[in-house]
C-alpha cells in the first residue's frame, strides 16, 4: 500500500507538453549532451545570397562589357579597312596589284591618292614632297586590303 500511496501522490514537476516519448523527433536538444539546435537567420542568409547573386551578375556585365569593347575595335578596324580600300580602288596605279605583296599609298599635292611599289625609304635623294605617304598596305585574296601601317596625318583625320 506504501507504494501505491507514493505512486498517487507523486507529480510529475515537467510539463506534460514538453515531453515525448521519441526524444529524437523533437526540434531542440531534450538533454544537456544533444547538439546545439539554433534558430537560422534569415535575413543573414538573405543577405549573403543576394551579395553573391550581385558579385555573380557584375562578373558577368564586366565579361559582356569587355566583349562589348572589342567588338567596337573590330568594328573600327574593318571600318577603317574599308576606308583605306576605297581609298586605293580610287588611287591612280599603273600596274595590277597581286594578292598577298605589299604597297604603299601616297596623297599628291593635289590630294588625289596613289597606289606603288615603292615604299617612302626606298625613295632616296629623288623623293621630292610631292607625296605624302598614307599607309603601308597588302593586297588580300578577297580583294580588300590589311592595313600594315599608317601615317600619324591619317590616323589625326580619322579621329
Known amino acids: 500500500m506504501d507504494k501505491e500511496k ?3 501522490g507523486f507529480v510529475n514537476p515537467i510539463d506534460p507538453d ?34 553573391a547573386m550581385e558579385h555573380q551578375t557584375d ?3 564586366n565579361q559582356i562589357y569587355e566583349q562589348m569593347q572589342l567588338l567596337a575595335e573590330q568594328a573600327k578596324k574593318i571600318n577603317k579597312r574599308k576606308e583605306i580600300s576605297e581609298q586605293i580602288y580610287q ?10 605583296h605589299i604597297y604603299y599609298l601616297y596623297e599628291d599635292e593635289d590630294t588625289s591618292h596613289v597606289l606603288s611599289i615603292i615604299s617612302p625609304q626606298q625613295w ?36
Do not use: C, M
Open 6 to 8: 507514493k505512486q498517487k
Open 91 to 100: 588611287a591612280k596605279f599603273r600596274f595590277e596589284p597581286i594578292i598577298n
Open 124 to 159: 632616296g635623294r629623288s623623293r621630292t614632297n610631292k607625296y605624302n605617304w598614307i599607309a603601308t598596305v597588302k593586297l588580300l585574296a578577297d580583294h580588300t586590303w590589311e592595313i600594315i601601317d599608317t601615317s600619324d596625318q591619317t590616323e589625326e583625320q580619322n579621329i
Open 59 to 61: 562578373q558577368q556585365l
Open 18 to 51: 514538453k515531453i515525448t516519448e521519441n526524444p529524437h523527433s523533437l526540434e531542440y536538444g531534450h538533454h544537456v549532451g544533444s547538439a546545439v539546435i539554433k534558430a537560422e537567420d534569415v535575413g543573414k542568409q538573405k543577405g549573403r545570397a543576394i551579395a
